[in-house]
């Protein structure tokens, strides 16, 4: 066994374990001399990169760590410690769920979300380890490499002796087989149970405009995939340099291939903000944020009020003269293709100042079939919707929400499990999913664009769905009210940004407490704020100009719109084939030994 540099006698691992001067490890708080402390600070760190902290850098260290802190574990171990990290992680990240203003259900669904979420960086790290091609996870430690029984620290030297005896392209191919399987985990969590795409590791580098720009081939996934490989390198490095100081240069080589890749993404996003047009023709927009409390939404007895306060701020935002008026997600307390005071209300306005309106709203159909004697309808499907109305107040077009929110707008098993229904502020006001993209064409204004609401904007494949040719940009309603002047909107507002980027068009978000903006198509925010105010949540109204096809021009399609998640479904295929390969090789070496 080579010996121990002298350096990394005051390090917290090796043979030189918690050897810091005049410090007995085993006086040590128990936390510090396990693997808990690295996989928690993993966790937070990996929080920490999205906002409202946006530490962006610390994005390409957090995976890293949290393999760090499962080295030497066995299988066991290291799924509970990728727990534990991933736990860490989204108890902080989604903690604005407590902010929802019916705290049985806010507790429950913030340690039910937090604990499913988790079981990705989990299972995550347990098979990344599964794939290093010595078989670090779960190796005995040689007696005279753990001279102390202090838990992760105790195994690094032997984890690292292990870890230099693959070649330098066995850790090449892991590192890259590490970001692939964390890009293999998003696309999953993207789809299972209806999915919940938030917070992509990709989103934490939102305001690095040079980087995002891959989005428009990769999709959010190509980023998340070279923040892991960096971060791998990284763990790669720091391990040849903790074992071999006096190799300047030998450490370098564990992160020449993805800063490369980095620095070629990055000239490619140089290039693409250089070369970036708007269009010559613009639409002025007007978006109201009337923040209305959910409190007052859920109460049936404020609807007149809220209802009047919101035509009186449209009245002073219709001053500005906009071409298009805009209200968000669940503005209109009753739904307007059945409420005839709504319905008034609402085309006297677009009729008295000529403006093309667009609002979200609840709608009802029947259900087919379910009629009566007489024909009236026995049951309704209902859905949370968009409408867009002409300056003659006539409803020119609709779009019903496809992808709901669980537990806040339906409840899984109901039928089945009816109890459910007590734990979420919905009952039995289930919504009904939409079937399709249906984009509203403003024939008068010759502007077409699609919308997207709630937190269907962080879907990916959903936002490329709703995208054609002729489309001139993506619109957001949605209602942030359930969570109060939290991070959400701000979270929420980054995930959103990547549509435009891998699309190629602006996207337009009207909020009803924040962020109400608009985003061009290579991630920039327009309209943050109100005025010199850094407030993003009370209630206003924001102008804008947003840039359009000119008269029959068609729009250039990115890579990703043609051609959808190839990134992602790629990198899905190589994890297949090398966890396949791995638990198949470790099957046949076992019968071989028997």
């Not at 121990?4 to 005051?10: D, Q, T, Y």
């Not at 020449?256 to 047009?277: K, M």
């Not at 298009?324 to 008034?344: C, G, K, Q």
């Not at 779009?399 to 039995?428: C, N, S």
Request: with cysteine; proline share 6%.
């Amino acid at each position: 066994m080579e010996s121990i540099p002298s350096f990394a006698k005051v390090l917290p691992f090796g043979n030189g374990i918690g050897k810091l001067p005049g410090v007995n490890p085993f006086l040590l708080p128990k936390v510090l001399r396990s693997r808990a402390a690295p996989a928690i600070v993993a966790g937070l760190l990996l929080a920490a990169s999205f906002p409202k902290l946006e530490l962006a850098g610390v994005a390409w260290v957090a995976p890293g760590l949290m393999l760090l802190a499962a080295a030497g574990a066995n299988p066991r171990q290291t799924f509970k410690i990728g727990y534990l990290a991933g736990s860490a992680h989204y108890l902080a990240s989604l903690s604005w769920l407590l902010f929802i203003p019916f705290p049985a259900g806010a507790i429950a669904g913030w340690l039910a979300l937090s604990a499913y979420l988790a079981l990705y960086p989990a299972v995550w790290v347990w098979l990344c380890w599964r794939l290093f091609p010595i078989g670090i996870a779960g190796q005995a430690v040689r007696a005279e490499e753990r001279p102390m029984a202090c838990g992760w620290s105790s195994g690094f030297l032997a984890v690292a002796n292990r870890f230099l005896a693959a070649s330098w392209s066995q850790r090449a191919v892991w590192a890259f087989c590490c970001a692939a399987l964390w890009v293999t985990l998003e696309m999953v969590a993207a789809r299972f149970l209806t999915g919940f795409p938030w917070n992509f590791l990709g989103v934490s580098q939102y305001k690095i405009l040079p980087l995002i720009q891959i989005a428009s081939v990769t999709g959010v996934y190509g980023i998340s995939f070279l923040v892991v490989w960096v971060s791998a390198g990284l763990l790669s490095a720091a391990v040849v340099l903790a074992r071999r100081p006096l190799a300047h240069r030998i450490w370098l080589a564990e992160v020449v291939l993805p800063l490369l890749a980095a620095a070629s993404v990055i000239g490619f996003g140089v290039r693409r903000l250089s070369d970036f047009q708007p269009g010559q023709r613009t639409l002025k927009v007007t978006l109201v944020q009337p923040s209305i409390p959910q409190t007052l939404i859920w109460n049936p007895k404020e609807n007149t009020n809220r209802f009047d306060r919101l035509i009186r701020l449209s009245e002073a935002a219709l001053a500005t003269k906009p071409d298009l008026l805009i209200w968000p997600e669940a503005a209109v307390p009753n739904m307007l293709r059945y409420d005839s005071h709504t319905f008034a209300a609402v085309t006297n306005l677009v009729r008295t100042h000529k403006v093309w309106m667009i609002l979200g709203a609840d709608d009802a159909e029947p259900k087919h079939g379910l009629t009566g004697a007489a024909g009236e309808a026995r049951d309704y499907d209902f859905f949370n919707s968009s409408f867009a109305l002409d300056p003659n107040g006539n409803i020119v077009g609709a779009y019903q929400k496809r992808r709901l929110v669980i537990f806040g707008e339906y409840v899984p098993l109901a039928r089945w499990l009816p109890f459910l229904k007590h734990l979420t502020p919905i009952g039995d006001n289930a919504f009904t999913p939409g079937k399709s993209p249906t984009p509203h064409r403003l024939a008068g204004l010759g502007v077409t664009l699609s919308v997207l609401i709630c937190f269907e904007d962080t879907f990916p494949l959903l936002a490329r769905e709703s995208v054609a040719e002729d489309t001139d940009f993506l619109l957001n309603l949605t209602n942030n009210g359930w969570f109060g002047e939290s991070a959400s909107q701000w979270q929420h507002a980054a995930n959103g940004l990547f549509r435009a980027v891998e699309n190629g068009l602006p996207l337009v978000r009207c909020a009803n407490n924040g962020l109400t903006c608009w985003v061009d198509a290579l991630g920039r925010m327009h309209e943050v704020y109100f005025g010199d105010s850094r407030d993003i949540y009370g209630p206003g109204f924001k102008t804008a100009q947003i840039p359009l096809l000119s008269p029959g021009q068609g729009r250039e399609l990115t890579f990703y719109a043609r051609h959808g998640d190839w990134f992602g479904w790629s990198c899905v295929g190589w994890a297949v084939l090398a966890v396949g390969s791995s638990f198949t090789g470790r099957r046949q070496k076992s019968i071989g030994s028997a």
